[in-house]
């Protein structure tokens, strides 16, 4: 079975540092591998996703994230945080099948101190 | 625009009654999921659906039940509410599964 580990439950970082959140999966074969933010009371919005190809997606906001199969990790990386980035961020994988579950990470809370 | 519509946003009910959770979508998605989250869990999967009447449980379908009728709406329902169900409800779809879903924007349920 698939599953996928955010190591870090809370991050504080301050405005404009650079920023890395962790995410490692767990599935056998070529994920397709999500990442979704969540603001308070809101529902989750997409960041990025890979399918395939070029290893770094680049999603919105200035957000990217690198897909490295040898060490089966997705990290979401970011050059500089605004205090807006602020919230709960969410590491998912997907099977690449036509029965595909999504499965998500427990998700990492950012702080970002002005 | 493209969106998924849950209804009601927030609902309070006591232990034992009957719970129906609604979610739209006019983008006509195959794949509809409902989610459960509770902090420090993330999101978990109660049941997806491929279409309709083709629906499938997901990691933890006990005690819920789902419908799907017509391509647009999903419904989850929980047969006499328990208190550990309280949670916050997430649907979300996707033009096919294992595609990037979209989320509506939850319905917080209190059972007391």
């Known amino acids: 079975a698939q599953s996928v580990t955010q190591p870090d439950a809370r991050v504080t970082v301050s405005e404009g540092a650079s920023l890395q959140l962790r995410c490692k999966y767990s599935y056998s074969g070529t994920p397709y591998l999500f990442w979704y933010v969540q603001y308070p009371r809101q529902g989750l919005q997409l960041l990025l996703k890979y399918y395939s190809g070029d290893p770094v997606v680049q999603g919105v906001n200035g957000f990217e994230a690198e897909f490295i199969k040898s060490n089966s990790s997705f990290h979401l990386r970011k050059a500089s945080v605004h205090w807006s980035d602020s919230a709960v961020y969410f590491c998912?994988?997907?099977?690449?099948?036509?029965?595909?579950?999504?499965?998500f990470g427990g998700g990492t809370r950012l702080t970002v101190r002005p | 625009d493209m969106k998924v519509t849950q209804m009601p946003r927030y609902l309070i009910k006591r232990m034992g009654e009957n719970v129906l959770l609604e979610c739209g979508q006019d983008m006509s998605h195959e794949t509809m999921y409902w989610y459960r989250q509770d902090p420090g869990l993330g999101l978990q999967l109660i049941y997806i659906?491929?279409?309709?009447?083709?629906?499938s449980e997901g990691d933890i379908p006990k005690g819920y039940r789902v419908s799907r009728k017509k391509r647009e709406h999903f419904s989850l329902i929980l047969d006499s509410a328990k208190t550990n169900q309280t949670s916050v409800y997430f649907c979300a779809s996707s033009l096919w599964a294992a595609q990037a879903p979209l989320f509506g924007e939850g319905t917080r349920l209190s059972v007391l």
């Open positions: 659906s491929y279409d309709v009447d083709s629906n």
């Open positions: 998912a994988v997907s099977d690449n099948n036509a029965g595909a579950k999504l499965t």
